[in-house]
Structure formats: C-alpha cells, structure tokens
Nanobody, 116 residues
C-alpha cells in the first residue's frame, strides 16, 4: 500500500559517514511511527532508529551517539545520518513505517558495507 524507497547506501571506510534516504509514497504525517531497521547476515533484524508521532526518537544501543534520524515532511522523506561507521554496521538497512490503523510497510532494503 505505502511504498518506501531507500537510497544512499554503498561502501564506506571505517570512520566514514553515509546518509540514507527513504521516500514515502504519501505524506509522512500520516504515519504513527517511521524509521530504520537493519539486518546483518545470520542475525536478527534490529532497530536502528525510529521516531514516534510527537517527536520522540529512539535509537538502538549500538548506534547511539553516532546515528541521527531526521525527517523532511515536504519531501515525504526520512533520513538516517550515519557517522563514525564501524564494520559491525554492515547490514541491509530497511525503512519502516507504522500507520494509525495498525498497518505497516517496509522498504526493499539497501546495503551498507563498512570496510577498508
């Protein structure tokens, strides 16, 4: 129903930065929550960051102080600024939303690889 398209991933060296973007097919004000998850090979999908309606943002313990979620409602876009990247940040990153009716949507995922 809601389409989410991620961009901005790729290969970066340890200590570097990337900014992921997620463009939604409708106004992000329609969503109860939105944010990012990631999944590394052989591991469970985990929360990276998400923002709840009202402005409260939660971050996974492993990214606190390094990653920042932001939104641009005029562009229907949510961003994830990733700084001080580590090899353990290597994963497929997924944009995610929940709406007020109990539904949710996932993006297709975008690869982030942190390596020398």
């Amino acid at each position: 129903q809601v389409h989410l398209v991620e961009s901005g991933g790729g290969l970066v060296q340890p200590g570097g930065s990337l900014r992921l973007s997620c463009v939604a097919s409708e106004n992000i004000f329609n969503f109860y929550s939105l944010g990012w998850y990631r999944q590394a090979p052989g591991k469970q999908r985990e929360l990276v960051a998400h923002i709840i309606n009202g402005g409260n943002t939660n971050y996974g313990d492993s990214v606190k102080g390094r990653f920042t979620l932001s939104t641009d409602s005029a562009k229907n876009t949510v961003y994830l600024q990733m700084n001080s990247l580590k090899p353990e940040d290597t994963a497929v990153y997924y944009c995610h939303i929940n709406d007020y009716s109990g539904g949710g949507s996932w993006g297709q995922g975008i690869q982030v690889t942190v390596s020398s």
